[in-house]
T-cell receptor
Framework: EAQVTQNPRYLITVTGKKLTVTCSQNMNHEYMSWYRQDPGLGLRQIYYSMNVEVTDKGDVPEGYKVSRKEKRNFPLILESPSPNQTSLYFC??????????????????FGPGTRLTVT | TQLLEQSPQFLSIQEGENLTVYCNSSSVFSSLQWYRQEPGEGPVLLVTVVTGGEVKKLKRLTFQFGDARKDSSLHITAAQPGDTGLYLCAGAGGSARQLTFGSGTQLTVLP
């Protein structure tokens, strides 16, 4: 079954304790991305990756790191979590769909989410 | 940063009614997508529109991309309780590498 998996699904931690949220996709997608979702703010992109070893900052990258050593995996790292990083996190992977005359569109498949609480 | 505003933020209607959700921006997007998200799950793609003025239909859902590619609408005909969920629009910039999401419309369809 084609899917994006995230682990853990729920995590409660304390300020300053490093953590990693894993993300894996089995669709051979080149593009992967991390978002956080907060009430009233919608989904905001943290980082994205166009391919292995290629990562770029999204709209809210501060306090996060990512790596893309393999095509299927895109872990999100919080070196020193703070309470303002309490949120619902989603990983997504995208199919590149060339559209004649329109360039490329990225139709994203999302994981089930990781609810993180930092106390 | 490109911004997308969705309206209304919340919508509660009776089964069988029609509704329209709007997604507006001052920026031009190369394409626009609509997603639906249910509690405890990630968003699921419903449709992608890429051409100004484009209209796409998905059963009782009709999606339209504005002529200037700055806005979009989602119209649901004869809503059903199964349509309940958070509807999100997302616009792609020129390079299409980044998606900007609207804040969402929470739709509740009452039986």
């Amino acid at each position: 079954e084609a899917q994006v998996t995230q682990n853990p699904r729920y995590l409660i931690t304390v300020t300053g304790k490093k953590l990693t949220v894993t993300c894996s996709q089995n669709m051979n997608h080149e593009y992967m991305s991390w978002y956080r979702q907060d009430p009233g703010l919608g989904l905001r992109q943290i980082y994205y990756s166009m391919n292995v070893e290629v990562t770029d900052k999204g709209d809210v990258p501060e306090g996060y790191k990512v790596s893309r050593k393999e095509k299927r995996n895109f872990p999100l790292i919080l070196e020193s979590p703070s309470p303002n990083q309490t949120s619902l996190y989603f990983c997504a992977s995208s199919l590149h769909r060339p559209t004649p005359g329109q360039g490329v569109t990225y139709e994203q498949y999302f994981g089930p989410g990781t609810r993180l609480t930092v106390t | 940063t490109q911004l997308l505003e969705q309206s209304p933020q919340f919508l509660s209607i009776q089964e069988g009614e029609n509704l329209t959700v709007y997604c507006n921006s001052s920026s031009v997007f190369s394409s626009l997508q609509w997603y639906r998200q249910e509690p405890g799950e990630g968003p699921v793609l419903l449709v992608t529109v890429v051409t100004g003025g484009e209209v796409k239909k998905l059963k009782r859902l009709t999606f339209q991309f504005g002529d200037a590619r700055k806005d979009s609408s989602l119209h649901i005909t004869a809503a059903q309780p199964g349509d309940t969920g958070l509807y999100l629009c997302a616009g792609a910039g020129g390079s299409a590498r980044q998606l900007t999401f609207g804040s969402g419309t929470q739709l509740t369809v009452l039986p």
